[in-house]
């Protein structure tokens, strides 16, 4: 048997005001879309702002419904939204945050599994890393340069073939 280490690395910046003014108009748009969630039964608003290489901004966020699992993440709204919309330009960078109607978010919003998952697709896709902006409302901001840091010993296409 054999131990090994999985390493992956993370900037943290004590608030918003550290980023290029790029970066945090990116994580603005993540919060202003995150007020339009429909999250009634979490009362948990998440936005995802998608920074285009063609420069557009594409947002999305959590859509809720009473059949819970019929709902689905901010990330994925938005990354399947910019998939659908412009099928022939990469994703660059994807600004995350959120808020809660139940307390105040102060630390970094830190995406689910899947779509951790869905968003590494998009770097198969376009064999070029998606730089990640994580926020909550206020306080630290985490930046990881590519989807593989928030998702190490991911699922790729690799694996499908016998020959990997
Ligand atoms: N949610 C997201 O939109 N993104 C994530 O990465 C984690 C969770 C949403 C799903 C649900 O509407 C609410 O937050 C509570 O889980």
Known sequence: MRTFQVTTTVTEYASDAELTADDRDLLNAARAIARDAWAPYSQFYVGAALRLANGEIVTGNNQENVAYPSGLCAERVAIYSAGALHPDVPVLTIAVSCRSGLFEVNKPMSPCGACRQAMAEYETRWNQPIRVILAGEQGAVQV??????????MFEAGELRKDR
């Open 144 to 153: 990881v340069n590519s989807i593989r840091d928030l998702l190490p010993l």
